[in-house]
C-alpha cells in the first residue's frame, strides 16, 4: 500500500509563493497517477494538478499559470510549485496516488477509484491578503 507523506504547506501573503512536496513509497510508481487536491472545510475536495506515469500532466482551470506538477523520480517525490498566490488558494493540500490511471485531465487523473489508492495526510497553505 502506498504510503504518502506531504510537506511544505504554511502561510504566505497573497501573492507569494510555495512550494508543496509529496513523498512516496511502498508502491510501484509507474502504475500510479499523482494528483494533488485540496480542501475547504465544508467544500467538497477539488483537484488541483496531476501528473500521469508518463509525465503528461494537468492543472485545474482555477490555478491555471499559477500551479505546476512535477515529479522527482530519483527520490520518489511529487512537487506542486504554486506562485502568485490568492486567499482562495487557501486549503488543506493532499497528494493522493491513484492506481491504474491513463491520462490526466482537468487537474485529476482519469478513470475510477480503485481500492489500491493512497492518499497523504495533508498540509495546511494559509494565503493572507
Known amino acids: 500500500q502506498p504510503h504518502l507523506v506531504e510537506s511544505g504547506g504554511g502561510e504566505v501573503q497573497a501573492g507569494g509563493s510555495l512550494r508543496l512536496a509529496c513523498a512516496g513509497s511502498g508502491f510501484p510508481y509507474d502504475n500510479y497517477c499523482m494528483a494533488w487536491y485540496r480542501q475547504v472545510p465544508g467544500n467538497e475536495r477539488e483537484g488541483v494538478a496531476a501528473?500521469?506515469?508518463?509525465?503528461?500532466?494537468s492543472v485545474a482551470d482555477s490555478v491555471m499559470g499559477r500551479f505546476s506538477i512535477s515529479k522527482d523520480s530519483a527520490s520518489n517525490t511529487w512537487y506542486l510549485d504554486m506562485s502568485s498566490l490568492k486567499p482562495e488558494d487557501s486549503a488543506t493540500y493532499y497528494c493522493?496516488?491513484?492506481?491504474?490511471?491513463?491520462?490526466?485531465?482537468?487537474?485529476?487523473?482519469?478513470?475510477?477509484?480503485?481500492?489500491?489508492?493512497?492518499w497523504g495526510q495533508g498540509t495546511l497553505v494559509t494565503v493572507s491578503s
Open positions: 493522493a496516488a491513484e492506481y491504474g490511471r491513463v491520462g490526466v485531465y482537468g487537474g485529476m487523473c482519469r478513470g475510477l477509484k480503485t481500492a489500491l489508492d493512497a
Open positions: 501528473i500521469d506515469k508518463g509525465g503528461d500532466t
